[in-house]
């Protein structure tokens, strides 16, 4: 049975004007295609405002096998003081661990100041490290 990898494990840090946001809520969420699968995780920013979430993956003999392209909608939220900043969003075409970024970890900063913008091929105001 093949592993697919559907979100890499995440790390980062949640910033206000270079200050650490503690209690922020980091909500991650994911639609894989080939299986018509979504699901959400969520987590809260420390006191020095780093979170982590682990990867999530599947085993799919079929989604394996059978040529398809794989698709999976990726997507994290920042919930802090009110407001939703769009913080990753990326359409995963593939199932390697670590292939969001070309096989790099993902370690990102979280500026709440920022204006979202592309960073490569994810969108938000997270950027890739």
């Keep these: 049975m093949g592993n697919l990898c559907l979100f890499s494990a995440v790390t980062g840090i949640v910033l206000e004007h270079d200050q650490p946001v503690a209690g922020a ?4 969420t994911y639609e894989w295609r080939w299986k018509n699968e979504s699901g959400r995780d969520e987590v809260r920013t420390d006191a020095q405002g780093g979170f982590s979430l682990p990867a999530i993956t599947r085993g799919s003999l ?3 096998l059978l040529p398809h392209e ?3 909608r990726q997507t994290i939220l920042i919930h802090h003081a009110g407001r939703t900043y769009k913080g990753w969003m990326l359409n995963k075409g ?3 661990e670590n292939g ?3 096989g790099r970890p993902i370690s990102l900063v979280c500026r709440l100041e920022a204006a979202p913008e592309h960073h490569g091929e994810v969108y938000g105001i997270c950027e890739p490290q």
């Design 100 to 102: 969001e970024l070309g």
């Design 25 to 28: 809520t980091i909500e991650r």
């Design 94 to 96: 593939e199932y390697a």
């Design 70 to 72: 794989p698709f999976v």
């Design 62 to 64: 079929f989604g394996a």
